[in-house]
């Protein structure tokens, strides 16, 4: 599965913590857009599509959620509650978000813009893409 865990560069002290990604070292694209989601009920999944072309990395920059993902022959939940690491994620790959603390925020990093048509929105349709790879 086209997944990364990224450690990000600490440059903390006793008083502060400061954590750096950068393109070509920690970040393997260069980030055309970032969003995050925050305030989203713990009962809430969001996510629940799959991105043609789109590259991306997580990061729980406050609190915890869960992210299932699927390539189409393997299933893998990963749990972000650290701001020191990122998820990568690749292209292609089934995601849901859930099981958010009350304070989780989840910051996105993204390869490109925002593009409807690179998203795949039906479960069915996504398990006929993968398959026909
Ligand atoms: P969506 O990507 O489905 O969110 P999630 O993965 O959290 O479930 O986006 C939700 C809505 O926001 C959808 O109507 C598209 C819109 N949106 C933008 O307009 N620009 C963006 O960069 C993003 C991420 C979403």
């Known amino acids: ?5 990224i450690n990000f560069q600490k440059h903390g002290d006793a008083n502060a913590q400061l954590s750096v990604a950068e393109y070509k070292k920690e970040l393997p694209f260069a980030v055309k857009r970032i969003y995050f989601l925050h305030k989203v009920k713990s009962s809430i999944t969001r996510g629940k599509h799959c991105h043609k072309k789109l590259k991306q990395v997580y990061i729980a920059i ?10 189409g022959r393997n299933n893998k939940t990963i749990l972000l509650d650290n701001p020191n690491k990122g998820l990568y994620i690749g292209s292609n790959i089934w995601r849901e978000i859930y099981d958010f603390s009350s304070n989780g925020i989840l910051l ?8 409807e048509n690179d998203y795949i929105r039906s479960y069915n349709e996504y398990l006929k893409f993968i398959r026909g790879k």
Not at 1 to 5: G, L, R, S, T, V
Not at 63 to 70: D, Q, S
Not at 108 to 115: G, M, N
């Open 108 to 115: 996105v990093l993204a390869s490109d813009i925002y593009k």
């Open 62 to 71: 406050s609190g915890k959620m869960k992210i299932k993902l699927f390539d």
């Open 1 to 5: 599965m086209d997944i990364k865990i």
